[in-house]
């Protein structure tokens, strides 16, 4: 899981989270697992995208409305595929004061939890738009019996906690959204490439996901970051990537000291509707990656040209295990096994130099 129960309730007392627009919902073992909804799901392609369905970038302007927004945008998305999208959309409004109505925080706090926003969904629905549209008033509005009637058309299948970025891959692949609560700082956020918390903290927030690129690669300040999922702002089409973003496996990762070492990600969870979406997907092979060991014995060249390699450097830095026994007659048998491996694997090394150089 991205936080435990333990970093959540230190996390959730301090003073300066009380204003922060989202909190991580807590950890509860009545939470389906996002294996539960996927079954056993290891082989996925290297990338996978639901974005295409996504109807628009929203703005929520100032009012702290961001996982309304962000679970009303995956609303929009999956009634779109089926051709159930009201003409506007979904009310934003409508599911974050539900939510609070729901989330168990104390009624002077902003803000609302993940997985009130997907109860919201899940047992009262989402009421169009032009029921209850948005207009930059962030001032709580009345709800009817009228409205509740009509968002009840509406609903969500159910939800599952996903703990990982693989798992989140896992959840696209198999057509689902995923909602998703971060830490912001003022580094990080600053564009459209989410890499690891730089800056002052500014707060949390909610978004949700709706890519992801294994192959991808993107290089800042000298520093290479790798496999990627892509999400979708509500801070307008001028913020980020014209609203979306990148976000590296290696945020999901990072530990924050200053948060008793849990991970930027605060909360996430796969949508789970009647009727996904098909990912669309590109035929792109995985880049290779680089690794360098030092042999203990320096390739050498023998006459009349034939080089020499360590023989147990070769198979152990390609993941092998290498054992040495005598046959019969007295002579050394070496044996390598090797784990299979279907990619190309190609071996590098110069005379007289200790790197066996492997390109994977």
Not at 98 to 124: K, S
Not at 204 to 218: G, I, N, V, W
Not at 274 to 281: A, M, Q, R
Request: proline content about 7%; glycine content about 6%.
């Amino acid at each position: 899981m991205f936080i435990n129960e333990d970093q959540w309730r230190e996390f959730i007392n301090r003073e300066d989270v009380k204003k922060w627009p989202v909190k991580p919902s807590k950890p509860d073992f009545r939470d389906y697992p996002v294996s539960a909804i996927l079954g056993v799901t290891t082989d996925i392609p290297n990338n996978a995208s639901i974005d295409y369905l996504v109807p628009s970038v929203l703005n929520q302007i100032k009012c702290p409305f961001c996982a309304g927004f962000a679970m009303t945008n995956i609303a929009n998305s999956y009634f779109k595929n089926v051709n159930k999208m009201p003409p506007n959309g979904f009310s934003p409004v409508f599911t974050y004061w539900m939510a609070r109505t729901m989330d168990g925080l104390n009624p002077q706090d902003e803000g609302t939890t993940l997985r009130a926003v997907l109860d919201v969904g899940r047992i009262y629905g989402f009421l169009p738009s032009n029921i209850l549209p948005f207009t930059g008033d962030c001032t709580k509005p009345v709800i009817t019996d009228k409205m509740l009637a009509e968002a009840s058309k509406y609903k969500i299948k159910g939800y599952a906690k996903v703990s990982n970025f693989n798992e989140i891959c896992q959840a696209i692949a198999a057509g689902k959204y995923v909602i998703i609560g971060t830490i912001v700082t003022s580094i990080n956020w600053a564009d459209g490439y989410i890499l690891v918390p730089e800056g002052t903290f500014l707060g949390a927030h909610a978004t949700f996901l709706s890519r992801y690129d294994l192959a991808m690669r993107y290089t800042e300040n000298g520093k290479e970051y790798n496999r990627f999922t892509g999400g979708v702002n509500s801070w307008s089409e001028e913020w980020g990537l014209k609203g979306k973003y990148w976000m590296a496996e290696a945020y999901t990762q990072f530990k924050l000291v200053d948060f008793g070492n849990m991970s930027p990600v605060l909360d996430a969870y796969a949508v789970d509707f009647d009727n996904l979406p098909i990912p669309k997907t590109e035929n792109v092979e995985l880049p290779k990656t680089e690794k360098i060991i030092t042999m203990s014995t320096p390739m050498q060249v023998l006459p009349p040209g034939y080089s020499m390699l360590h023989f147990r450097s070769i198979y152990e830095a390609l993941g092998g295990t290498v054992e040495w026994s005598y046959t019969a007659d007295g002579k050394i048998l070496a044996r390598a096994t090797i784990p299979p491996n279907p990619k190309e694997i190609i071996i590098e090394s110069i005379q007289d130099s200790d790197e066996l150089k492997i390109l994977i």
